[in-house]
């Protein structure tokens, strides 16, 4: 099976500015992840989507991040303005249901300048 | 609010040397746990998980984990460690008194010298 896919694998911004991020999760698929994994720590979730609605987004930091799946399929993530912290890897996964194990994307390699 | 302990940081081993990795969470209830390894340059991949049932789980490659309840623990193990098996290791759990979501341990860098 084809697995999860994001674009882009890099990203370099200017603090201040604005990036998204686009995930397609898995066929079938009815939970997607996003998590940040600054370098030396373990992933954190950001926010959990069931189909198209939001489960836990309690660590997203609302004043600069957001994220939509809105037709339950492919999501995307946007941090604006970013920051100097926001530096991480922003990892997409998806599952079948909540607790079932998951499948991870790539990632998206962000450096803020 | 729940949290998710590994031991070590670090991990060097020889060939052939025995691994244990612990991992060690801060809730009680139905949890759900998971082992996942990250080789250099790859994503994150599934190693083994713990539901339900029999505590000593087997997953790929070898490895092994115990899940013991009385001391929220779910330690990783492989007999004998081969080069390749250099990674990065990371422990989830899910706890259902918690909802859904899943915290993810700090990792353990595991160097396994030829």
């Known amino acids: 099976e084809a697995g999860v896919a994001q674009s882009p694998r890099y990203k370099i911004i200017e603090k201040r500015q604005s990036v998204a991020f686009w995930c397609n999760p898995i066929?079938?698929?009815?939970?997607l992840y996003w998590y940040q994994q600054i370098l030396g720590q373990g992933p954190k979730l950001l926010i959990q989507?069931?189909?198209?609605?939001?489960?836990?987004d309690s660590q997203l930091p609302k004043d600069r991040f957001s994220a939509e799946r809105l037709k339950g399929v492919d999501s995307t993530l946007k941090i604006q303005p970013a920051k100097l912290e926001d530096s991480a890897v922003y990892l997409c996964?998806?599952?079948?249901?909540?607790?079932?194990?998951?499948?991870f994307g790539d990632g998206t390699r962000l450096s803020i300048l | 609010a729940q949290s998710v302990s590994q031991h070590n940081h670090h991990v060097i081993l020889s060939e052939a040397a025995s691994l244990e990795l612990g991992c060690n969470y801060s809730?009680?209830?139905?949890?759900?746990l998971f082992w996942y390894v990250q080789y250099p340059g790859q994503h994150l991949q599934l190693l083994l998980k713990?539901?339900?049932?029999?505590?000593l789980v087997k997953g790929i490659k070898g490895f092994e984990a115990e899940f013991i309840k009385s001391k929220f623990s779910f330690n990783l193990r492989k007999p004998s460690v081969q080069w390749s098996d250099t990674a990065e290791y990371f422990c989830?759990?899910?706890?259902?008194?918690?909802?859904?979501?899943?915290?993810f341990g700090p990792g353990t860098r595991l160097s396994v010298l030829p």
């Open positions: 996964a998806s599952s079948l249901q909540g607790n079932q194990p998951q499948h």
């Open positions: 066929s079938g698929h009815a939970t």
């Open positions: 989507f069931q189909n198209n609605g939001v489960v836990d």
């Open positions: 809730y009680g209830g139905t949890v759900n």
């Open positions: 713990y539901f339900s049932g029999d505590p």
């Open positions: 989830a759990v899910n706890a259902e008194n918690y909802g859904q979501n899943f915290v």
